[in-house]
């Protein structure tokens, strides 16, 4: 019989969530700056459900650092107030799910 508990212990360490975070918010970040130069060259963008995908999947930290670093997507309110509003929802979901378990 497969140890379901364990092997979730095993994949959800401290160092693979880390890794994880880390690499989906340099995609975010990414993204933020291929739309942004894709803009001023007139070609193909990526979408802005595609964009919002990566943050609400934990590219928030990267995809804020590259809206306004790159100055992208700064005059719409769907990404100046919904980047950070996912964010802060998805720490507030962090805590309650460190302190619940």
């Known amino acids: 019989m497969i140890d ?3 092997l979730l212990q095993e994949i959800f360490t401290f160092k693979n969530i880390a890794i994880y975070l880390l690499i989906i918010n340099i995609m975010a970040f990414l993204g933020m700056w291929w739309d942004k ?4 060259k007139g ?13 609400l999947l934990g590219g928030g930290i990267g995809g804020i650092l590259g809206m306004y670093i790159f100055r992208h997507k700064t005059k719409k309110p769907i990404f ?7 964010l802060i929802a998805e720490i507030v979901l962090a805590i309650y799910l460190i302190i619940k378990y």
């Open 43 to 55: 070609d193909w963008r990526i979408s802005e459900k595609g964009l919002f995908t990566v943050v």
């Open 4 to 6: 379901y508990n364990g």
């Open 37 to 40: 130069r894709s803009a001023k």
């Open 80 to 86: 100046y107030i919904g980047f950070p509003t996912i």
